[in-house]
């Protein structure tokens, strides 16, 4: 498959990756062990989880141990102190069975205030970079759902890669990131190029990714079936005229109601959480539906006291008729939950 090199790193990457978070939804051990090991049987390189994803850093360090030096393993921390950073990536080196992590990076850093904190002398970042030297960590990377505060962190040139979602409905990336991170020479992963799974015609949107100025794209992966419908739209080349056609019908239709999770419509003066609501349904299909605690169904009670007063959709850039949508979908995830039966992990 073909390979680019992660920004100006050492790193050469097939351009489709494996994201790990669907990973943690598939039923039975042995069958997630069987999916990872077919995504790196049939030649993917790039395996992306995070400590945050349950037990798919179990499943891809066990699938990849026999031949880790062939693989190139990403993982994530969602600390941002040291003693956190430290824990997590002494239990990431564990958990994954390797004596080093080829890419460390800051999950979902959203504001300022994370990203100073990361930054500061005798902090994270600088943790890491000791890691660096003792030679259990080879780059240190960040992610970020929120354009502007990546953006910052790519300018200060102080990460080896970025991570954001980039897919036909979510375009922003290409206009500043982009063009800066590859002046920068940083490596740029493409989290949700399938739009967390929203985006119909799968095979045209990979297609459509791997056109783009990008390194390499992960895609969440569950089954045998769903690597081998990557692998061969990796393999198709740009999309034609027919799957460009679906992808603007979904840009159309899913794009209006399509939740990028910035957190920019925060905070609701009721207290509600706009931002975790609006992307919900979309998460909890993706990650497994077990993950719902008892605090969720609090959030989701929460959302039926929406007043509609609209401060939340003056400010989501991408005018979303929240008013509407947070109170339907609340109630829409209260009845799922109560039509499945499902018990809250806590
Ligand atoms: S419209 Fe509803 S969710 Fe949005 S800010 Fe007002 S009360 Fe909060
Ligand atoms: S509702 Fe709008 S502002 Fe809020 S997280 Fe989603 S896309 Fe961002």
């Known amino acids: 498959m073909e390979k680019a090199p992660l920004g100006n790193t050492d790193l050469k990457v097939t351009r489709l990756g494996f994201g790990g978070i669907p990973i943690q939804t598939v039923a039975g051990r042995e069958e997630a062990l069987a999916v990872v090991r077919h995504a790196a049987d049939r030649g993917i390189n790039f395996f992306d989880t995070a400590r945050g994803y349950t037990i798919s850093e179990e499943i891809i ?28 990536f002494q239990t990431s080196l564990s958990k994954l069975r390797t004596s080093y992590i080829d890419l460390y ?25 000791m890691e660096q030297r003792r030679g259990r960590l080879r780059y240190i990377g960040i992610t970020s759902h929120r354009l502007e505060t990546i953006i910052k962190a790519a300018s ?21 990131l982009y063009p800066l991170a590859h002046r920068l020479g940083l490596g ?25 100025p990008i ?12 690597v ?4 061969a ?12 056609a679906d992808l603007e019908r979904d840009l159309r239709e899913i794009g209006p109601t399509f939740c990028r999770r910035c957190g920019y419509c925060m905070p609701c003066p009721e207290g509600i959480q706009t931002n975790f609501i609006a992307s919900s349904e979309l998460f909890f299909k993706r990650s497994g539906w077990g993950r719902l605690t008892k605090a969720h ?26 008013s509407e949508m947070v109170p339907a979908i609340s109630r829409r995830m209260l009845d799922h939950i109560n039509e499945l039966g499902l018990k809250p992990e806590r």
């Open 105 to 129: 990076q800051f999950h979902n850093v959203m504001d300022e205030e994370s990203l100073t904190k990361i930054l500061a002398p005798n902090g994270p970042l600088e943790y890491l970079q």
């Open 215 to 226: 390194s390499v794209a992960i895609p969440g992966m569950a089954s045998v079936t769903e």
């Open 61 to 88: 360090g066990e699938a990849l141990e026999a031949h880790r030096d062939q693989y190139i393993i990403a993982t994530k921390t969602p600390s941002r102190d040291v003693d956190g950073v430290a824990r997590d």
């Open 228 to 231: 081998d419908a990557n692998l």
């Open 188 to 212: 740029v992963i493409v989290m949700k190029p399938l739009a967390g799974g929203v985006i119909r015609n799968a095979n045209a949107s990979i297609r459509w990714v791997l056109s783009q």
């Open 297 to 322: 169904l609090q959030t989701f009670d929460k959302g039926l006291d929406c007043q509609a007063c609209k401060t939340c959709e003056g400010r989501c850039p991408y005018g979303l008729p929240l």
């Open 233 to 244: 739209a990796a393999a198709a080349g740009a999309p034609g005229p027919d799957e460009l």
């Open 156 to 176: 200060t040139g102080r990460f080896a890669t970025v991570q954001f979602p980039f897919n036909y409905i979510e375009k922003a990336a290409a206009e500043e």
